[in-house]
Nanobody, 117 residues
Framework: QVQLVESGGGLVQPGGSLRLSCAAPEIIFSEYVMGWYRQAPGKQRELLSTIQSSGRTYYVDSIKGRFTISIDNTKKMMYLQLDSLKPEDTAVYYC???????????WGQGTQVTVSS
């Protein structure tokens, strides 16, 4: 079964940075739109950013200029650089692979990000 495994979450002070990683060893990036989502307590899971193998990216307005998505096809990894973190960024962050053709979306198990002083 294809797996996505996130890492890199943790506790950080407001204004700090983290880099989230998503290991996707069995994913062929050209066959998927890769993305990051998050879910805060009591809220629905929300899309943050997507990236395609062409390099095309999408960001929701709330994170533009603060978060950066990237992929490393050689290492089969996707990253989300989180800068200028705010308390409202506190959530569980999920890695997602959405197939361009037929098939089911894939999700990682999530990694907790807590922004607090």
């Amino acid at each position: 079964q294809v797996q996505l495994v996130e890492s890199g979450g943790g506790l950080v002070q407001p204004g700090g940075s983290l880099r989230l990683s998503c290991a996707a060893p069995e994913i062929i990036f050209s066959e998927y739109v890769m993305g990051w989502y998050r879910q805060a307590p009591g809220k629905q899971r929300e899309l943050l950013s997507t990236i395609q193998s062409s390099g095309r990216t999408y960001y929701v307005d709330s994170i533009k200029g603060r978060f950066t998505i990237s992929i490393d096809n050689t290492k089969k990894m996707m990253y989300l650089q989180l800068d200028s973190l705010k308390p409202e960024d506190t959530a569980v962050y999920y890695c997602n692979a959405n197939p361009l053709g037929y098939g089911n979306q894939l999700w990682g198990q999530g990694t907790q990000v807590t922004v607090s002083s």
